[in-house]
């Protein structure tokens, strides 16, 4: 399929560095060559086959042959003759046709012929501190330069005359391939059609459908991100894990806009994904009865206040950014005091008139536009007691989303929905204990009761 690069370095650096007795700086760099079946770059064309993990791309030759649209409402053909004279089942030719392959309006897609795999350079600073109570703190910096494939077209009109021509170039004009040749040399269905759209013939190679070279190498990634992380290891009954992450995203596009995607220009854009993210959880054990600091001679005590165990797990994440398609902004979208019911200002929006070509001039999201953001408590509690000898029961309770808090999905922006702004349904970016799916609906509050024997 293209040419294998001859050399793929992956370099790696790292450094330790002891400060003092309790703290410590760790400084690293590494190259990810990322492994093609990895990265692969989907064509923006149906019926293209879906690649899956660990997957080589497919190139082979595949067919797709629809029958013929309605023709003023008409069907142009029957049960018996799904394949008239006018759209006949074309062959597929397969590798015999040479230089042949795609004419007549199919779509083509490639690699390039000198591929070039995706790489990121990731690098890590990490301070560590061993502060009192056997708790380490832990800050760190991580940055990732990302070179990432993406996919352009050759073969698309230019915006200008979509902008210029608006609904004249739907219009049908004679085919100048119809017929043209013979099917060997021209055997796409371009030549069993009389007419086509005038659109349709102001592409640069018109005598081919839509060619795009997937794989181009490389569009920039810019990601940097904060970490703070304190712990403390089991001991004296209690540990604990926090976590605070901070991230911002900027990459680089080149289908902001048709205008962007046909001069295959690129424009950072920032990551729709949420800055903030925040992680608690912990064990504490209640120091009552057999084993622990008070009462740990009293049978009683113990069957009572003996063997308990909370274990508490707090998630929060700030709200993503919503995108928008194509439309008419006229004013600004962000209220200052969101609501399920208005969640932005939708009458800074205004739809594209109908049967009208604009060049998309909006943004794909806001920087003061941010959707619900999510916080969620799960949590157990459980108590252990003695049997017999050699026996121990524990009687445990779970609840997921235990304080019943209701996270709501991103607000609707389409802006021809009649609920466009509104931020009425229930999801979840992921839960904690048994992840929810990111866009499916999350019940509330969930309790599990269980009861295990040791032996």
């Known amino acids: 399929m293209w040419n294998p690069p001859a050399l793929a370095l992956a370099p790696r650096a790292g450094l330790a560095l002891r400060i003092n007795d309790k703290t410590a700086l760790r400084l690293g760099y590494a190259r990810f060559p990322i492994p093609t079946e990895l990265n692969f770059s989907a064509g923006p064309i149906p019926g293209f086959e879906a690649i899956n993990f660990l997957e080589p791309p497919f190139f082979g030759m595949t067919g797709y042959q629809f029958t013929a649209p309605l023709l003023q409402g008409v069907p142009q053909q029957t049960i018996s003759n799904p394949y008239p004279a006018s759209n006949p089942l074309v062959p597929i030719i397969g590798r015999a046709a040479g230089p042949d392959v795609g004419r007549g309006g199919v779509n083509l897609l490639w690699y390039p012929q000198n591929f070039q795999k995706a790489w990121n350079d990731r690098f890590n600073i990490n301070l560590q501190r061993q502060l009192p109570g056997q708790i380490v703190a832990a800050a760190t910096w991580f940055m990732n330069f990302g070179h990432q494939h993406y996919t352009q077209e050759l073969n698309a009109i230019d915006p200008r005359l979509e902008e210029q021509y608006q609904t004249a170039l739907s219009a049908k004009v004679p085919n100048p391939f119809y017929q043209y040749l013979n099917p060997v040399v ?32 490389c569009a920039l990634e810019h990601y940097n991100q904060i970490q703070i992380q304190v712990q403390k290891p089991f001991s004296r009954g209690l540990n604990f894990l926090f976590g605070y992450v901070y991230t911002r995203e900027r990459l680089q596009i080149n289908n902001f806009n048709d205008s962007t995607y046909y001069l295959n220009q690129f424009q950072w854009q ?7 993210r925040l992680n608690v959880a912990g064990t504490y054990e209640l120091p009552f009865g057999r084993g622990r600091h008070f009462m740990s001679s009293f049978s009683k005590a113990d069957a009572i206040l003996g063997g308990w165990r909370v274990t508490p797990v707090l998630q929060y994440i700030s709200g993503d950014f919503p995108r928008f398609g194509n439309m008419i902004v006229t004013g600004n979208p ?15 929006f205004q739809p594209i008139p109908s049967n009208t070509y604009v060049l998309r001039q909006n943004p794909l ?5 941010t959707g619900p953001s999510f ?17 121990t029961g524990q009687l445990k309770v779970t609840a997921y ?55």
């Open 375 to 391: 916080w969620n408590l799960d949590a157990s509690v459980a108590k252990e007691f003695h049997i017999l000898e050699g026996f």
């Open 270 to 276: 920032g990551s729709d994904q949420p800055h903030h």
């Open 365 to 369: 999201q806001f920087s003061c536009l």
């Open 334 to 348: 962000c209220i200052s005091n969101p609501t399920s019911q208005r969640w932005f200002n939708t009458a800074a």
């Open 401 to 455: 989303n235990a304080l019943n808090n209701l996270n709501r999905r991103d607000p609707d922006t389409n802006i021809y929905s009649s609920t466009f702004g509104q931020a009425r349904y229930q999801g979840s970016p992921g839960g904690t204990f048994g992840a929810q799916s990111a866009y499916e609906y999350v019940s509330g509050r969930q309790v599990e009761l269980g009861f295990k024997i040791f032996w």
């Open 186 to 217: 021209f055997p796409g269905p371009l030549r069993n059609q009389p007419t086509v759209s005038l659109a349709s013939l102001l592409v640069p190679y018109p005598q081919y459908g839509p060619l795009f070279e997937i794989g181009a190498c």
